[in-house]
């Protein structure tokens, strides 16, 4: 009797055993149909075994083996069962999890073919600009293909309801032509692959050979490089050679929407390399083909947010993760895995090199670079124009007009005279973020959340940015009934409408997740702001992000000031990435760019460091702290969370975890309960118990043992979820 270990999508720490006579020894990471109590469930099978603890009777009998899509490879599951162990995750949600729904389900339909489109050499040679002023669809679409290179069906009719017809006139044209998706054989051509590209400064050739050096073993890179020094040169180059080597790529992001530049280089640098995208954004069908296009080979470079680096790829022989301190990284629910983390554990199971790229790496990926776990490579220069300048205005006692300095609008109208750009940079949407009542001080609170209801002029409600109520304005205060009620402080919409104020004449554009929220409208903001048709853009770190305008000059900063006196001891080192980010985008040009930062307190340390853009001794500075503090990454740390109706429920259930995992290792620190940052979310009350210790080993064992302690208990009234290596604290 043959016996197989079943992966299943239930929330147990355990595999599930069943017979299975027709299964074969090669049938390890093949997906299943087995019965499950009432039910009928997929699964995966992990394991092919020759005994069980389940006795034999009682024992029930695998329905199917699904051999309908290849099975998960061996490489494929050892990366999910690492994850399981070191999140502490069940094994069966972590596989189930990682698969697309398509897969997940008893009826997996075939996949539809995606009908793509791709922009032919001719359509490349031609401006977009050829086209007659009101074919603006055409222009539109045209500039999209040019970014973009490949277009799908639902990305053309997101353009607009006359994008079909105007496809089909670039098609007439012979600018545009339906793509084949499936004619390229895997893993098959070797070269030529790559097309151009500018030479390479000595810095990027010397990072591109050491990377080049080694190919076939595990290595880890720390491409540290200054906002515009060409990191994405020598990922193209890195990427190259490992293409050559008839290899795959691994290209990690934040987020997909926000970096098209980047997947629009890699296209175009590679045109005859078919590459897949995978993300949260992608439709089932969509999701389940290009998940099979990885796991055949057929794409060559999988370019991805976190949930890629569970990809299937027989031939991986390379991993990027670009901007690798971004948080979004991060998956803050189910199995809280760091896709960068992941993805260098990844590289050593599969002996390959894994570069990872920023400005401003985390601290724990700086420090492995200082103890020479991972080679540093910097690049120190930026290629066009020098770094920017950066200067602060003292706001403490000033009168803002709206919350902008004179000393913003003078230089924003100083640029505008000379045709250049400007963009005002403030980290909130909405208009307010809070309404007041100017008789009783009453303030506009969400009833489910900690947090407080913030105004929209759009439609003029109030919103929560946290659970998503929103509620029109009120007419009156709700304690005292006057009428009187001002929204306080500054939002993106806020910033919008002084501006528009100030310079009626310019043109003006508002960039944070309520105006991009259609699908391809932020692809069209930014072709707008690349092509001069915008003047001063207003937005929110959505702008920060990698994007290279080359007219944009000026960057105002608005409300930093609100990061810098944080309670979590990681707020510094965010608002320097993020400010870094922030005053990377001015004078990608020719010309220096200028950066002016509003704040009350311009001789903080930090707006110091910034200043001299010294990444590398803030980060010294700040590990010293670290060091002397017992933070990361001199401690490892977990976070019991614990959420109930009631918070004195959910600090009862953590003081109990807390003796429980106080007996099983007493060299474990394991500090008292405490609410969360945020109390209230959508109507539940949270807290949290944070465990550490010096020693990465101990720790895991530790949450090994208290893990299964806490899962033996009867139900408990607080739902509970372990995170480790936490980042919000
Ligand atoms: P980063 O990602 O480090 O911020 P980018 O990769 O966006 O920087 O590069 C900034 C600009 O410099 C881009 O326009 C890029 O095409 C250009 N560039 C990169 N390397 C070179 C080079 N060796 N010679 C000329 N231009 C380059
Ligand atoms: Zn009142
Ligand atoms: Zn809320």
Redesign the pocket.
């Known amino acids: 009797m043959k016996i197989v270990r079943v992966a299943l999508d239930v929330p147990v720490a355990k595999l599930f055993d069943y017979h299975a006579d027709d299964a074969r020894g090669d049938d390890v990471g093949c997906r299943v149909l087995v019965p499950f109590g009432k039910k009928i469930l997929v699964g995966m099978i992990v394991e092919i075994a020759a005994s069980s603890d389940v006795p034999s009777p009682r024992m029930k009998c695998v329905l199917r083996v699904l051999r309908d899509a290849p099975r998960l490879g061996n490489d494929d599951l050892r990366l999910l069962r690492f994850a399981a162990a070191y999140y502490h995750h069940p094994l069966g949600l972590a596989v189930m999890g990682a698969l697309p729904a398509r897969l997940r389900r008893v009826r997996a339909p075939r996949p539809r073919a995606i009908t793509t489109f791709v922009l032919t050499p001719a359509g490349e040679a031609i401006a977009a600009d050829v086209l007659p002023a009101r074919a603006i669809v055409q222009r539109r679409l045209l500039t999209l293909f040019k970014e973009r290179r490949v277009l799908d069906l639902a990305a053309i009719k997101a353009v607009g309801r006359s994008a079909p017809p105007a496809l089909t006139q670039l098609a007439s044209r012979g600018w545009v032509a339906p793509h084949e998706t499936s004619e390229h054989p895997a893993l098959v051509a070797a070269g030529p692959v790559s097309t151009g590209g500018p030479r390479l400064t000595v810095e990027q050739s010397e990072a591109v050979q050491a990377i080049q050096a080694h190919l076939d073993e595990f290595s880890a890179f720390l491409l540290l490089g200054v906002t515009g020094s060409g990191k994405t040169e020598v990922y193209l180059h890195a990427i190259d050679a490992t293409l050559r080597a008839r290899r795959q790529v691994l290209l990690l992001v934040p987020e997909i929407a926000l970096t098209p530049q980047l997947e629009a280089m890699v296209r175009n640098r590679f045109p005859d390399i078919s590459l897949t995208a995978l993300h949260s954004g992608l439709n089932e069908n969509e999701r389940l083909e290009h998940w099979r296009a990885a796991q055949t080979g057929r794409a060559r470079i999988v370019l991805g947010t976190r949930l890629a680096v569970f990809a299937p790829l027989p031939g991986l022989g390379l991993i990027i993760v670009d901007e690798e301190h971004d948080g979004s990284f991060k998956q803050t629910e189910g199995l809280r895995y760091s896709a960068r983390d992941l993805a260098v554990v990844r590289a050593q199971q599969c002996k390959i090199p894994v570069v990872l790229g920023s400005a401003t790496p985390a601290l724990e990926t700086y420090y492995n670079a200082l103890n020479e776990r991972y080679q540093l490579l910097t690049l120190s220069r930026r290629i066009n124009a020098p770094l920017p300048r950066i200067e602060y205005i003292p706001t403490r006692g000033a009168r803002l007009a709206d919350g902008l300095s004179p000393r913003l609008l003078d230089a924003i109208a100083a640029r505008l005279e000379c045709n250049e750009q400007s963009m005002v940079f403030i980290n909130r949407r909405g208009f307010a973020p809070v309404l007041m009542c100017r008789a009783c001080g009453w303030l506009s609170q ?4 900690s ?1 407080q ?1 913030v105004l929209h002029l759009h439609d003029h409600r109030l919103h ?6 929103h509620a029109p304005v009120p007419p009156g205060c709700l304690e005292c009934g006057n009428q009187d009620l001002a929204p306080v402080g500054q939002g993106t919409q806020r910033i919008e409408v002084a501006v528009r104020r100030y310079f009626p004449q310019a043109r003006i554009l508002r960039i944070d997740r309520d105006s991009t929220r259609r699908r391809l409208a932020w692809p069209a903001m930014r072709s707008q702001i690349r092509e001069r048709e915008v003047d001063i853009v207003v937005g929110t770190q959505i702008l920060a992000k990698g994007h290279h305008f080359p007219h944009l000059n000026l960057v105002g900063v608005v409300n930093a000031d609100s990061l810098l006196y944080s309670t979590d001891f990681r707020a510094p080192e965010r608002l320097f990435a993020l400010l870094t980010q922030v005053a990377g985008r001015a004078g990608r040009g020719e010309r220096q760019g200028e950066v002016l930062i509003q704040t009350e307190f311009p001789g903080h340390p930090l707006y110091t460091a910034l200043r001299s853009q010294d990444y590398v001794s803030f980060a010294r500075g700040l590990l010293e702290e670290r060091q002397q503090a017992g933070f990361p990454p001199f401690v490892h740390q977990a976070l019991l969370r614990a959420e109930a109706p009631k918070l004195e429920t959910a600090v009862a259930y953590l003081a109990r975890a807390a003796r429980i995992g106080k007996a099983l290792d007493h060299r474990i620190t394991i500090y008292d309960p405490v609410p969360a940052g945020m109390v ?4 539940r009350e949270r807290a949290q118990l944070l465990a550490q210790a010096e020693a990465r080993g101990r720790l895991q064992r530790f949450l090994a043992a208290w893990y299964a302690k806490l899962s033996e208990e009867p139900s408990s009234p607080a739902r509970w979820s372990l995170d480790v290596d936490p980042l919000e604290l």
């Open positions: 969400c009833h489910r959340c947090a209801l929560c940015h946290h659970c998503g109520f209230r979310l959508a109507g």
